[in-house]
């Protein structure tokens, strides 16, 4: 009956609103509800709204038949979503009716609230940590927000920050582009200077502007930052995904920036924006007393610079390279255009290639790591170019087929040659055909039954190199033998120097055999 009269409470509430002269967006701003159904309610005289509510209070629900199996689940599995409940009302039920899954959601609720049965939360357990040494530890962010300009427009831009965990002491940077590696390590050094050193350690989220894969835990990072992290000597700390927690002091200094700093101000232009943070570090953020410690991060400030190490202006070359993804297409876009790969490339969603600028014309793409180019492209004028390189379009699996077969027919037993063959070219996808033509020289020069010997020894131990291959055949010292021509080394004596009939030592195919079992 209490639900019932505060319904009418508002009903009468909105109508004197209304008289007042208020509009529909006022009232639903004010009461809380939908402007729909403000003006819905508005149409209705008092007593249309009294059947109303009777018509809602009696209607008979539509899954009431399935009550009781909700209610027993729900029972079982405190916490099933409604989404899930749908799925084995569907499955359990076939006579099941068709419903809106809004509609299954408003009856879950229902049954949870008749029988007492609400979710269980559970809490993630966290223990307060005690303040790191002076100079152990800094962690960094990134953070991005939308400002307001002059002329009333909307501007991106993104900034770095850095705070210090003992004293809390911070720094903030500014940019109005994306920031990559080489941006990033432009922030870090303006950080140390405004520091006057570095810590020892600095935690970081596993970015990609940082990280080019996390390897199962073995962190691989992008070369200008590995460059730079070697060169400057602070160790580095990188949270595992979904746990800020690790780093949850530079998480509330970026929300710190957001909400005091850049919360209705104006953008004039990058360098305005990073002399106004500077006073606002100086006059607040570092100033004024920090909520946890409750001491002032400049005082703190003034004895942690002392355990920091000392700080010397990077001056190594940063190359301009970054990591881009692989789309299942073999294209990855870059600055608004597309550029072709090999087919192939593509190894699913985490596939990554570097890119480099070369003399303002030439895209070269290399794997990840920066080590091996793939592919070479000549820069477009304007965006929304597609750069194919045509023979990133051929596929080239039926020539290489072929090499295998050619290859194969070389050796006595070809079945077996050719299941060698293929496993090279399992393992060596991008260099078969560099390894198929060292193969074929090599068996070109070598007699059939020492060669087949030689490839039936690489492919019961799971040899895939052909450098590896031709090893083992000069082993077996089985290369025909050609007249050697004798030349006096010394003809002033007319003798031939004693040095001149040493041997070289040469490996036994038992050698390779003795290696392979050790490992």
């Not at 008749?114 to 940590?129: I, M, S």
């Not at 920031?179 to 970015?207: C, M, N, R």
């Not at 000549?378 to 050619?406: C, Q, Y």
Request: hydrophobic share 35%; aromatic share 12%; charged share 30%.
């Amino acid at each position: 009956m209490n639900v019932y009269l505060a319904k009418f409470m508002t009903y009468f509430e909105i109508h004197r609103m209304h008289r007042e002269g208020h509009s529909i967006s006022k009232i639903s701003e004010f009461l809380v509800l939908n402007r729909r159904t403000v003006s819905k309610y508005l149409s209705m005289s008092e007593a249309e709204y009294e059947e109303f509510l009777i018509k809602q209070t009696n209607r008979e629900k539509k899954l009431l038949p399935f009550e009781d199996f909700v209610r027993q689940r729900l029972e079982e599995f405190r916490n099933t979503p409604a989404a899930q409940m749908h799925d084995w009302l569907k499955e359990n039920h076939p006579d099941f009716p068709v419903v809106s899954q809004k509609t299954v959601f408003n009856f879950v609720s229902w049954v949870r609230k008749k029988h007492q049965l609400p979710a269980v939360k559970t809490e993630r357990q966290f223990q307060q940590l005690e303040e790191t040494p002076y100079g152990k530890q800094a962690q960094v962010d990134f953070g991005e927000y939308n400002m307001r300009t002059t002329t009333g427009t909307r501007v991106k831009v993104f900034f770095f920050t850095i705070v210090l965990s003992r004293s809390r002491f911070k720094y903030v940077w500014f940019t109005d582009r994306y920031f990559t590696s080489e941006l990033a390590i432009e922030a870090h050094e303006k950080a140390f200077e405004y520091l006057g050193g570095i810590p020892d350690e600095i935690v970081y989220d596993q970015d990609k502007v940082f990280v080019v894969s996390e390897n199962g835990g073995d962190i691989i990072l992008t070369n200008a930052f590995r460059r730079y992290t070697r060169a400057q000597c602070f160790d580095l700390y990188f949270c595992r995904k979904a746990d800020p927690q690790s780093k949850g002091k530079v998480e509330n200094v970026v929300k710190y920036v957001k909400q005091n700093f850049l919360y209705n101000r104006t953008y004039h232009n990058i360098e305005t924006l990073n002399d106004e943070v500077l006073g606002w570090l100086g006059r607040t953020a570092n100033s004024l007393p920090h909520g946890t410690t409750q001491k002032e991060p400049w005082a703190e400030f003034n004895i942690e610079r002392s355990f920091l190490k000392s700080y010397n202006a990077h001056v190594g070359p940063v190359t301009t390279m970054a990591t881009y993804t692989v789309r299942k297409d073999n294209v990855i876009s870059y600055k608004g255009n597309f550029y072709s790969l090999p087919l192939g490339t593509y190894k699913g969603k985490e596939t990554l290639v570097a890119v480099r600028v070369e003399d303002d014309a030439f895209l070269v793409i290399t794997d990840a790591l920066g080590e091996e180019q793939i592919c070479r492209h000549k820069i477009p004028v304007g965006r929304g170019n597609k750069v194919a390189n045509t023979d990133h379009k051929r596929d080239k699996s039926a020539a290489i087929g072929e090499m295998i077969a050619e290859v194969a027919a070389l050796f006595e037993q070809p079945e077996k040659a050719r299941e060698w063959l293929e496993m090279i070219k399992a393992d060596k996808p991008r260099y078969i055909r560099d390894q198929l033509i060292m193969i074929r020289q090599a068996a070109l020069q070598t007699a059939s039954a020492y060669l087949n010997k030689s490839m039936e020894y690489c492919l019961s131990h799971k040899i895939c190199s052909a450098a590896d291959f031709k090893s083992i055949l000069a082993s077996t010292e089985q290369f025909p033998k050609k007249e050697t021509k004798i030349v006096r080394l010394n003809p002033l004596s007319g003798e031939i120097p004693d040095k001149a009939h040493i041997q070289p030592q040469k490996s036994s195919i038992e050698d390779f055999e003795q290696i392979l079992k050790k490992s």
